[in-house]
């Protein structure tokens, strides 16, 4: 499991699932907070994303802005910062809302400090009240992680039914969680915070 | 009734109802303010919102900042805040005037802390002075209220001969508002203060 | 007169007469300011205004911040506090530039405190000093005016000769202005300031 | 003489020449400035101008920032408070370079106090050193001029031999001033600093 | 040498060397910042600028940001004022990255107060070091050059073969400076410093 | 090597490799910051960059105003003050994500003061926690760096099996290095710290 794990080394970096011309794909969310010092502020979404997938980003900004504090996230972090979400590989364009859990995983690890667990993989669209709503894909998408050897796989629970389409041998190999709100997906995807904190001692 | 009920369970989400290509469906409106503790300012828009359904959205803001404290809303809330306005799905295109009546009850419910009332669902374009104004697609938007479990149902004074198109059935189990003020509209669909002040507790 | 009444009965609203494809029309000139509590700065145009419609609300506005105080208006009312002007119906698309007297009187009267007198309608294009310029479809208009129980009408003096093409049972029944400065439309269409003062008591 | 000396009655308002369609025309440029209490600024431009008519007006704007303290301008007027140039009528497109001088006399007879002289119109470009550049049209600009009841016309001094062009009678009853510098135009069209103080008390 | 000599008898003017449709031409970039007083700020470029020619401008600019200081240019002049660089005439479309060293020097006599010498025409690329970088045209500018009266041209060192293809009649009467760095451009262009000193006296 | 030397010797200058029609070339990515005393803000990317690139120039930013003080870079130097990035030619459109790493050197180079080493070029796309992806057309860029009188080379990990391609007799002239994350990219690239502080005694 080398890509994954070491993409997620760092906290801010989420594994997400995509669907691709040819079947599905691993994707890795990125996001970073601009050192205070720096005086950099605004928002900063890159890697070719479509109108839907920079909507995402601000539905996963926002709902960390509005209920992080509900979280437990220090969100007085994003004050007076430079927030930039980058998905790469950066000149492939991507679009779609099925990234929303990502994107919002990956910021909540940046504020948390908790890493994302190396073997989790996710999709789903959040909504700006933290409900995760189906997507498709889910085959090609489980395939795909199975491939890059994810263990752990989140899905929307209203995706649940798409999980008879994926060949028994693949589903055997992975643990998958069908969640409806992202909260769910924050408790099983970032790595407990003491092990962040033994990261950074 | 799970849907809507969930849907609306927290302050700031409203059950509007939209014309489709497939008839009528149930629509979410949800709405969130950052924490001041974010530094985050400004209006966003999400959900593929065409231009006449994005001015309903600054016209239900722009009510509620020139009237809401004559409404009792605490409208100094919104002061220094990023406040944020989307329709699920977020990959759905959509358009229309008539989700003002949705949006202004779902900024007024965020305000006032009042969740909206999980059994009503609305539709109606909401003018700068809180004139409902009619809309079109009153029979297909209240077969698909009814699908939905929905019970009451708020639609513009000037639709209320549009009723006659409804089936009969559909008409009996559904108690419907002819309003003409955007003011009726709250009183009728957001849950009692009292209500929300034993969920605060 | 129940519309024209309705809509004009609070301050910032006027009645304007614009040509459609179907003859004319009376439309409404909805103008508000944001309470200062909510911070909000900036000016919107709503109601899928052309450009040019566009424009002659920016010169209403700008006529009124820099003559304003010349006319007793409390201009100081416009600092720090965000502007809406809104024409209903939200979404039929509008255009030209005789709209300008309606938005200056709407925003007037929403700066005064005068409601606009329910029986006048006017049409009119205005220039940045206050002049009014002629504007096409006296006819149709008039004839709208009169559908809509409007009894007092105001309209260019450079569009005087165009009266002539009124039918004449209409014009009889109308009171016709022709003005050429925008102060005798704010003279005529605003209610007194007692009548202000009564109501808001 | 009744239509410029009407326009240009106040200070703010240029009469220019342009070529039509049909000919030549006079235009009017109006500016003003917002009331320091609207809290108003930044720079606002209306008439449906093209991109090059628009860089004119900003080029008479810098143009008065740089050099209007020369002049005796009192250019600290234009701090904090918004400048809004116009050229009605509202619905007509406009563009070329050649209202530059017309732009620039308009903006510095709002700032003097001085009404620009209502038989005076001009012509030309100009440079952001107040040079004037020369334009084109001048015969169809004159016999607009003349048409209008103007008696004294500013063209740029390069184009003094298209003068040949005008029809001996019209030239005989005009005044024209071939300039090459801007506060040419400004010495000769702005009516003397004790009429404007006469018109204020 | 009436027209450079006079284009550029203030501070703020270069004159330089472009290709056209018709051969080669002389232009005058003009350079203005506003005066404190007027609180504006921010950067305009008006003269229809391409895309390429803008770009130009910004490097200029940032190239005396950056390193004004070392040449002694005082750089806090730009502080909280806005600065302009104009290319006339207005109307004509103008690009291509050539013009950079005539911006440069423009601004750099802006802000130093010494004008640029009325016998010197340039043309050059500059990157945000400061290097000179080749450019086309050179036949057709030098000779545009020569007949706008021109005496010392200066043109990128990499640019040095072209000179062959200039007829030696116009060689002879042309003195040329192949430079590298802008220095060298602002070195040789500029007046002297008690020029501008005995002019301002 | 005088080329790329001379380019590099002021720190805020790199040497990357892109892929043109006619095989590779050599670039240069120019950085710069304002000086403080001239208030200028904002970042400004030029050289006709695509909207990759631009994206690529963004992460650069990014990375280093978040981890830039990991790496024991001055980024509060970043505070304040404008940013620029140029890619020159001025008039030749360039896009791509491969120049990510040169922009990071740039950029790194100039918070540093360490100029870029004049005998190395790069290649590679950089995520925003640093990581080099995988890039295009490595055989075409050796031969243009091995063709410029470049020696080092620096190419993602992961485009290691491209090297076969390289002719022998280039490959044998060319130290090449295949790096995995943007700091060891700095680690070779720069220039000493006592270097820098020679060059600035
Ligand atoms: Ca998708
Ligand atoms: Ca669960
Ligand atoms: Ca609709
Ligand atoms: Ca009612
Ligand atoms: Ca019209
Ligand atoms: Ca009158
Ligand atoms: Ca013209
Ligand atoms: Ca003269
Ligand atoms: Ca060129
Ligand atoms: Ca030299
Ligand atoms: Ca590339
Ligand atoms: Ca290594």
Redesign the pocket.
């Known amino acids: 499991l080398p890509e994954a794990r070491q993409r997620t080394s760092v906290p801010g970096v989420a594994t997400g699932l995509a669907v691709t011309g040819a079947g599905g794909d691993v994707l890795y969310v990125e996001a970073s907070l601009a050192d205070p010092e720096t005086g950099a502020t605004g928002v900063t979404l890159t890697g070719q994303l479509g109108d839907v997938m920079k909507e995402s980003a601000q539905i996963a900004l926002s709902y960390l802005r509005s209920r992080g504090a509900e979280l437990e996230l220090p969100v007085g972090s994003l004050k007076d910062r430079s927030v930039h979400v980058h998905v790469p590989a950066g000149a492939i364009p991507k679009d779609g809302p099925s990234a929303g859990v990502t994107m919002t995983t990956a910021l909540a690890s940046l504020l948390s400090g908790r890493p994302v667990r190396g073997d989790v993989a996710m999709t789903g669209e959040v909504s700006l009240t933290g409900r995760v709503l189906p997507i498709g894909g889910v085959k090609q998408k489980l395939l795909a992680a199975h491939r890059a050897g994810i263990t752990t796989v989140l899905i929307p629970?209203r995706n649940e039914p798409d999980l008879d389409d994926v060949p028994e041998e693949v589903r055997a190999e992975l643990t998958v969680?069908?969640?409806?709100d992202v909260r769910?997906v924050l408790d099983i995807a970032l790595s407990p915070a003491h092990v962040a904190e033994a990261a950074a001692a």
């Open positions: 629970a969680h069908a969640v409806s769910e």
